[in-house]
């Protein structure tokens, strides 16, 4: 029998070396080549069919600078050249449905796809449907989520031919028994996606009549690189009522493109790995060339233990589990309390409940709790296991009536609030009043009007990631400098505080003594010399 090994609970070493497995996404463009595509978007002066291939180009960028092996392709539909391997008319394979690479990206990056825009009126949606299954069918052991992108500003096609848009129902309904998802993409603003494509999806099983939300093109990278994960599915218990609900991901940290082990002679990729072995405290140089074999230790002889009283409690790995476990996962009601938003309790990122109910009347009980706790200005308070055997937390339920679903902020528990009224007060409330000038008051309520702006900060970018993956991009596609990203958290140029607030700046700065408050400070400053520094030898 093997020896056991003992390891204390908090000096356990953190497994930095973390594998994370992705399941490969095949996404297939279907784009529509007639010539309404050539049409300008007002909102960015481009053509349509531009904006569908420079989404493409974007997607696939972001994909190979986190090191995906993803599949994607384009089929153009009613273009002006047909390929000659399909042998259908008006139907071209702009690129085909394979692993994205380098060399395809400057394909699609050199391409003039306006070249390909049909003159007439021909419209082979189904047959374009038809191969693009065809081409993921092929690739189908490779991947794991197959898409099916339709991007079109033609939302009534083919109005007059009934026999044919019957054809492409059958189809696209075809789409939801091979496992395929359909999603269209409306281009314009008039676009009314209620005349047919809704339809469409519909049918593809792609979404339900109540879960439907068009899918503009300014949306469809987002969608695409930063979906929304799914975090686990559970019954939601309201007293002997079970709803099962699906919790979503609502935002998420930064992933940086991690960092890999090389051997310097042949710059081969280096693996490292943990293992659990005796200790050894005596250490000599032939160490390296001893060829000795190390026992192995299996999880079976790893205790681990906790200081309580200055005496070891060993636990084993099953009885660690089963002292941590609180049950199966579930959302139990609790109560409902009057709505209260307070972000100093919040200890986490808001997650995001929907219904995942197929029975109707339990969907209208989803429902009416959520338009009950809107209309009344409640929130749920509920315990929830997310995970099997997982830890219980508590989390305010806070209704969204405009998504049809709660978000979930984590609330702390007793031991984790701390009270500061006791220390707050020596500072806030026992201060001094201080006077207050008219005149400067005036002018910071004209700097503030001056200075407001519209501004999405949930718009900006991660600056320190987009430098890191235009970087790579650049050494990647042998280019001499990289595009450099806008930084979108910087504040208002030199031109603007000209132009609005530097002449206010300076009456404020005659107002209050700004600069002899500053020299007051430097004189109080230490004025201690630092140490001279001398080399060895030298007094």
């Given at each position: ?16 070396k ?8 095949g ?17 960015c ?6 904006e ?8 696939m ?17 009613g ?5 000659p ?11 085909k ?10 394909e ?8 390909y825009?049909g ?7 189904h047959d ?16 794991y ?5 339709l991007l079109t ?11 044919e ?7 696209a309904?075809?789409y ?17 996606p ?26 469809l990278?987002?969608c ?22 699906s919790i ?43 060829d000795?074999?190390v ?49 100093i ?32 200005n409640?929130?749920?308070i509920c ?8 830890k ?12 049809g679903?709660?978000y ?5 528990f007793?031991e ?5 009224n ?16 008219e005149?400067?008051?005036?002018i910071?309520q ?47 140029d030199d ?7 530097k ?25 201690a010399?630092?140490?001279k ?7």
């Amino acid at each position: 029998m093997s020896e056991q090994i003992v390891i204390n609970l908090y000096d356990e070493p953190e497994n930095d070396k973390k594998v994370y497995y992705d399941a490969r996404e095949g996404i297939l463009f279907l784009i529509d080549a007639t010539q309404s595509m050539l049409h300008k978007d007002p909102n960015c002066n481009h053509s349509y069919i531009d904006e569908c291939l420079k989404v493409y180009k974007n997607i696939m960028a972001q994909k190979m600078s986190w090191n995906k092996a993803d599949y994607m392709g384009i089929i153009l539909f009613g273009s002006s050249k047909s390929d000659p391997e399909l042998q259908q008319k008006s139907i071209f394979v702009l690129k085909k449905f394979e692993k994205i690479s380098i060399d395809h990206f400057k394909e699609i990056e050199n391409c003039d796809i306006s070249e390909y825009i049909g003159s007439g009126s021909d419209y082979p949606l189904h047959d374009a449907l038809w191969n693009a299954t065809l081409m993921i069918d092929k690739a189908k052991k490779s991947i794991y989520i197959s898409k099916v992108i339709l991007l079109t500003c033609q939302d009534n096609p083919l109005a007059t031919d009934q026999s044919e848009r019957h054809r492409i129902r059958l189809k696209a309904a075809s789409y939801h028994d091979v496992g395929v998802k359909l999603n269209v993409v409306g281009l314009g603003k008039t676009w009314n996606p209620d005349l047919f494509y809704k339809e469409l999806e519909m049918l593809a099983g792609s979404l339900s009549d109540d879960e439907y939300n068009r899918i503009c093109i300014e949306d469809l990278e987002e969608c695409i690189v930063r979906p929304s994960k799914a975090v686990s599915t559970l019954p939601w218990r309201i007293g002997s009522l079970e709803i099962s609900v699906s919790i979503r991901s609502v935002s998420t940290k930064p992933k940086y493109p991690k960092q890999v082990k090389m051997n310097k002679a042949d710059n081969e990729i280096l693996q490292s790995s943990t293992y659990f072995a005796p200790m050894s405290f005596h250490s000599d140089d032939d160490d390296d060339d001893d060829d000795t074999i190390v026992d192995n230790y299996t999880s079976s002889d790893v205790f681990k233990y906790q200081e309580y009283g200055q005496q070891k409690i060993v636990f084993s790995a099953l009885e660690l589990r089963e002292l941590e476990s609180t049950g199966n996962k579930r959302i139990e009601l609790i109560c409902f309390k009057p709505l209260k938003i307070d972000p100093i309790h919040h200890l986490s990122a808001p997650k995001y409940i929907t219904c995942r109910e197929k029975l109707k009347d339990k969907k209208l009980v989803f429902a009416s709790i959520l338009n009950k706790c809107h209309s009344k200005n409640l929130m749920a308070i509920c315990s929830v296991v997310q995970r099997q055997g997982g830890k219980l937390n508590l989390f305010s339920l806070i209704p969204n009536i405009e998504n049809g679903g709660f978000y979930m902020w984590q609330i702390p528990f007793l031991e984790h609030v701390r009270d500061l009224n006791e220390h707050l007060a020596n500072f806030i409330y026992n201060d001094p009043p201080f006077p207050v000038d008219e005149d400067g008051k005036s002018i910071w309520q004209d700097i503030l009007k001056k200075a407001f702006q519209n501004r999405d900060t949930l718009l900006c970018q991660n600056p320190k990631l987009q430098v890191l993956l235009a970087n790579i991009e650049a050494l990647a596609l042998d280019r001499e400098d990289p595009k450099k990203p806008k930084d979108e958290t910087l504040v208002p140029d030199d031109e603007w505080y000209k132009k609005n607030v530097k002449q206010m700046i300076d009456e404020l700065k005659d107002i209050y003594p700004l600069e002899e408050a500053a020299s007051k400070r430097k004189k109080k400053q230490s004025t201690a010399q630092p140490k001279k520094v001398t080399k060895a030898g030298k007094t």
